[in-house]
Each structure stands twice: as structure tokens, then as C-alpha cells.
């Protein structure tokens, strides 16, 4: 029997951040197969090919099932249990893909070596910092003639402005990819990528620089190696386990995820240098993951297979104690006591219990609309977890609507869809306007769908002379000069809480200066 503090310190829960086309999906595939919850390589890519093949989303619907479950990958490894949580990239962007990361405990970022830092790897890594999230770096296909590695560790540290420690070193790239070293271990892994792709492509590993197998098979490359990582260890930052772990520093690994080269040293890293559960903020005081007592909060709501009964998935993170089928739990805001019978776990396919989660591990609690996204579970305690943010928007549009008698089907609609994260909804004061903004612009297609299956409503949206949105805290005092001089731009969002919807940038900058004791806030906390 294994104790609740030993069942959550072996708990690694992360995501994978990266611009689209890095190699995310790939990698995903290599690590869940060293786990053993695939048993083909391909599983993952295939599903993907899937998804993007269509363009219809209809079809996306229909595979909901699919990306529920694939939302959480749990599995286990060495002696520890791996949650990965998968972050939308590509068109399917939105905010869940934010708020993913309030959920995990640490990140791998995955940086592709031609291309080096990609626009929106630095967005994530924006949100990860608000929480200093951890993040291990793995630079991805070294099979191919990229950027010097020195380059890209230059430009992370430039453009990401966190520290590079690598742990690895590449020896040679593109056809002259011989393998990498292990600065920490002292071991030199060669690449062959003759080898089966599914088993890595490594094809011996050997022990110390000055080993003369190193000669015999590198050549005058070993000379070179053993200077370059002289130089490296001289001119770089060597690991430091508090830096990497306040965010400031990322442990940085070289590969190949198709060739499944580096990948192990990856998913070691995370078993021995990421974060156990982290303790977690509510309103009133610090959750440590031990305490006997379950809580959790959600920070993803999904629409679920059938969405004509409005079946959603609230997915729940453990932020302590034990979750157990049957259990009742309080959830918070509505003061309400639930019996959780059919709640989904993640559990890898080789254990047999399915019905107990711990700390760290993400729960799936099936629901008719009733969970909102945000929301505090407990066994009882009056907690809220914080941190949980909505995003500025960065597209906005119009509904319109075809049936104007249908308004009030709209209006709950939005209303429903706004709560459950799917898009944001804002409400000018001068005008019954229903804007919708979004950080993706999937959203709108995914809304103006959904609004016609779950709500027989056909809208459609236009574009908006909007530009980006701003939370207010002030005055009531400050806020009726603020209506006063900008009528247009007041507001309020889905949650009765004022915004200021700005026409330009300029717009928003001469707001701010006119009104210095105004916050504008590009986050807000979601309760
Ligand atoms: P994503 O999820 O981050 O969007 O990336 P994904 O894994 O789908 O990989 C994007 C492309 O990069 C894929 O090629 C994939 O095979 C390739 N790739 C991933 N890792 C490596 C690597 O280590 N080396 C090289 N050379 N390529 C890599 P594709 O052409 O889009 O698809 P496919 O034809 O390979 O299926």
C-alpha cells in the first residue's frame, strides 16, 4: 500500500508548448509510447491527420469523444505517473489553451531548430510566466540543417528573457547529426536513424568524453566535441535546480522527436528534475497537495458527444487530498453538496483501479451546464482557488442575427457559451450590441455552430470597430467621467463586470493617460 504523500509526489503533471509545426504532436506520440499508452506509433498523428483533413466543424463535433479523452494523457513511468495535458495549437487556438497551463505544474517548450523562436511559443510562454511556470526546453529536429545551437540558446535567452542551462549538446546537425552529450551524466548518445523509428534511434550510448570509442567512431568530430563542450561549459549557465524551478531558468535538451532521439533524457527530466504537485492560492490561504482533504478547481469546460442535452465536461484539477468515485463533494459558489458517481479518470490503460485520482491528477465531471468554469470543489471548506484568468480578446465581432425574434435564444445562447469559456461576451452601454471576442478565431466558428445545433439560433457574425479590451477597476466616481468622455467604449462583459472596448491602440493609451487612477486590466480572474 502506498501512502497519499508517496502517490502524490510521484505525480508530474505538464503540457507541451509550442508554435505549431515544432514537432508538439510528434513528441506527444514518442512519450506516450515509452509509457506504454500507445502501443503504435502513429495513433496520435493519425488522429491529428483527422482533425485538420476537415474543415467542417460538424465533423469536429462528431469527434468530441476523441478529444475528450485526449485532453488528458496519464501514464506511467518509472516509478512515477505522467499527466499530460494536451494544449490546442493551430486553428483549434483559444483560450482553454491558456488556461491548460494554470493547470499543470510545469511545461516542456518545444523550439524547432531552423526555425528557433516562433511567435506563438512566445505567447505561451507570456502566460507561463504569470505563474512561473518551470519549463524544460527541447530543441527539435536536429536531422535537419538548422540554426547553430548557440544561436537558438542566444535568441531564448533574448527573446524569452529566461536563462539557458543545456544539458545536452548536439554533436554535428542535419546529415552530419552524429548524436548528443550528456553534459550532466558525461555519456554521448549516437544518432543512427536507420534504426526503427519507434524503438530511437540511438544506437549505443558510451561513458566520458576522453572514452576512445568516442575517437573511434567520431573521428576528428571528437576533438571538435571535446572543445565545443569546454567552450559550452565555460560561457553557459550550469543547471540550477531553484532557478529552473522560480521559472528564471530552463534546462535545454537537443533531439529528434520523429527519429525518437532525446526523447527519454526528456521525459527522465521531467521525472527527476520537474516540479512534484505545487501548492496552490485560493482567496484565503495556501492548499498543500498532502492535506488529507480533497479540493480541486476547473479550468476547462467542454462541450460534450451530445449537445443536444447540453452535456458538458467540467475537467477538474486535484489540488489536494484524494478523489474517490461516490464521493461528495461542496462546490464552493453554490454552497451545493454533490455525489460524484461518473466522474472519468485518466488512468493509463495497464492499471485496473479507474476510480481514484490524487493531486495532480485532472478529473473529467460529466454535467448539464451546471459546473462553471473556475469553480472551487472541496470536501467541505469555503475555498477559492485564484488564478484562473480570461484573456484580453484579440478578435472581435458582431452577432447578428437572421431571425430577429430569436433574440432572446441568442442572448442565452451567448450568455451559456460565455460561461462555459467558449468565447467572451461584451455588452457596449450605448447600444444592445452582443460582441464577441475571442483570442482565436476558430471560436467564432465553433459558436456560430453550436449556437445552431444546441439553440436553433442562426447568427451570424461581422467584424466590429474594436481592437482590444480592457477590464476597469475604479471609482464609481472615475468610471461616470470615464463614460462621459468615452460613451462608446464602456462596457460591461458576460459576468456584469466593466470593460472598456477600445477602438485603437492609441485609443486605449490616451484613456489610460486621461485616467491614471483607472486599472486596465488585460487579465481577469474568473470565479
Ligand atoms: P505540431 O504538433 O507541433 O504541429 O507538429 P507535428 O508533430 O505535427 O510535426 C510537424 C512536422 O514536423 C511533421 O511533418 C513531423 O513529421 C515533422 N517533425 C517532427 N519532428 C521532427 C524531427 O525531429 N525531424 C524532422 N525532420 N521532422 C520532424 P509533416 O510533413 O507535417 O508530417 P508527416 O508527413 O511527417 O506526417
Known amino acids: ?3 497519499l504523500r508517496e502517490e502524490i509526489d510521484r505525480r508530474r503533471t505538464f503540457a507541451i508548448i509550442s508554435h505549431p509545426d515544432a514537432g508538439k504532436t510528434t513528441l506527444t506520440e514518442k512519450l506516450l509510447w515509452f509509457g506504454g499508452a500507445i502501443q503504435v506509433a502513429g495513433e496520435v498523428r493519425a488522429r491529428k491527420a483527422s482533425r485538420h483533413a476537415t474543415s467542417d466543424w460538424m465533423e469536429l463535433e462528431k469527434q468530441r469523444g476523441i478529444s475528450v479523452t485526449s485532453s488528458v494523457m496519464q501514464f506511467p513511468y518509472r516509478d512515477c505517473m505522467i499527466n499530460l495535458l494536451d494544449t490546442p495549437g493551430h486553428e ?5 489553451t ?4 494554470t493547470a499543470v505544474d510545469s511545461a516542456v517548450m518545444v523550439i524547432d531548430s531552423v526555425k528557433g523562436v516562433e511567435e506563438r511559443t512566445i505567447k505561451l510562454l507570456d502566460v507561463c510566466r504569470l505563474r512561473d511556470t518551470p519549463i524544460l526546453t527541447f530543441i527539435n529536429k536536429l536531422d535537419r540543417e538548422g540554426r547553430s545551437p548557440v544561436d537558438l540558446l542566444d535568441e531564448i535567452e533574448d527573446v ?3 536563462q539557458c542551462a543545456p544539458i545536452t549538446w548536439p554533436i554535428g546537425m542535419g546529415k552530419g547529426f552524429r548524436g548528443v552529450y550528456h553534459l550532466v551524466e558525461d555519456t554521448i548518445a549516437f544518432f543512427d536513424p536507420t534504426q526503427p523509428s519507434e524503438k530511437g534511434a540511438t544506437s549505443e550510448v558510451i561513458q566520458g568524453l576522453d572514452n576512445p570509442r568516442l575517437d573511434e567512431l567520431l573521428g576528428s568530430q571528437a576533438d571538435e566535441l571535446r572543445l565545443d563542450v569546454e567552450l559550452v561549459r565555460g560561457a553557459s549557465h550550469s543547471f540550477d535546480r531553484d532557478a529552473y524551478l522560480s521559472g528564471k531558468q530552463c534546462p535545454v535538451f537537443f533531439g529528434s522527436a520523429v527519429n525518437n532521439f532525446g526523447v527519454r533524457s526528456l521525459l527522465d527530466a521531467v521525472v527527476d528534475m520537474s516540479p512534484t504537485p505545487l501548492a496552490r492560492a485560493t482567496e484565503t490561504r495556501q492548499v498543500d497537495p ?21 452535456d458538458r465536461i467540467a475537467f477538474l484539477r486535484v489540488c489536494s487530498g484524494r478523489f474517490e468515485r461516490g464521493m461528495k463533494v461542496k462546490q464552493v459558489a453554490g454552497g451545493k453538496t454533490l455525489a460524484i458517481n461518473n466522474a472519468i479518470t485518466f488512468m493509463a490503460r495497464d492499471r485496473s483501479t479507474t476510480d481514484e485520482a490524487y493531486a495532480g491528477d485532472i478529473i473529467g465531471i460529466p454535467n448539464h451546464g451546471t459546473i462553471r468554469l473556475g469553480e472551487t470543489f472541496t470536501e467541505g471548506e469555503n475555498l477559492r482557488f485564484t488564478g484562473i484568468p480570461s484573456f484580453a480578446p484579440e478578435f472581435f465581432q458582431r452577432a447578428i442575427l437572421r431571425n430577429p425574434l430569436k433574440m432572446k435564444q441568442l442572448q442565452k445562447g451567448l450568455q451559456q457559451l460565455a460561461e462555459e469559456g467558449a468565447t467572451q461576451l461584451f455588452r457596449p452601454s450605448v447600444s444592445n450590441e452582443l460582441i464577441l471576442g475571442a483570442v482565436g478565431t476558430l471560436q467564432f466558428d465553433v459558436v456560430a455552430y453550436r449556437l445552431k445545433d444546441e439553440y436553433d439560433v442562426d447568427a451570424v457574425f461581422e467584424s ?14 472615475d468610471f461616470r467621467k470615464l463614460s462621459d468622455l468615452y460613451p462608446n467604449n464602456v462596457g460591461t462583459d458576460g459576468a456584469g463586470d466593466r470593460v472598456y472596448l477600445a477602438s485603437s491602440r492609441v485609443n486605449l493609451q490616451l484613456a489610460q493617460e486621461r485616467f491614471p487612477n483607472v486599472q ?6 474568473v470565479h
Request: charged share 35%; glycine share 2%.
Open 1 to 3: 500500500m502506498t501512502t
Open 464 to 477: 466590429c470597430p474594436i481592437n482590444t479590451a480592457r477590464w476597469i477597476k475604479c471609482s464609481d466616481e
Open 290 to 310: 498532502h492535506e488529507e482533504k480533497f479540493s480541486g478547481f476547473v479550468f476547462k469546460i467542454q462541450a460534450n458527444m451530445d449537445p443536444k442535452h447540453r
Open 160 to 162: 524569452l528573457k529566461i
Open 520 to 525: 486596465f486590466s488585460e487579465t481577469r480572474e
Open 98 to 101: 491558456y488556461r491548460t497551463l
Open 92 to 96: 483549434d487556438f483559444s483560450e482553454d
